[in-house]
């Protein structure tokens, strides 16, 4: 399966790229998929994975810094089951 995108003239009939063209003949039925998430050409924003964007900057902004001298050490304690 080979995806392309069309675009919707006026009159409504859908104008295809050049390369879709040697897929289909005139008269030719088709399979259409359309995504509704994508308004005006643009996709949607991604609210959940946005809102999980956010939840991480405030997270982080409580979060006291650490020394980075000492991330082999966290590294070691972690593993060894000691966080």
Do not use: C, W
Request: charged fraction near 30%; charge should be negative; avoid cysteine.
């Amino acid at each position: 399966m080979t995806h392309y995108t069309a675009r919707v003239a006026d009159d409504l009939r859908l104008e295809l790229p050049e390369a879709a063209l040697r897929f289909v003949r005139p008269g030719q039925e088709i399979d259409i998929s359309l995504d509704e998430n994508i308004v005006n050409g643009v996709p949607a924003p991604n609210e959940a994975l946005l809102a999980m964007l956010r939840d991480l900057d405030v997270m982080k902004k409580n979060m006291p810094e650490s020394d980075p001298s000492r991330t082999d050490q966290f590294i070691r304690e972690a593993r060894s089951g000691s966080i």
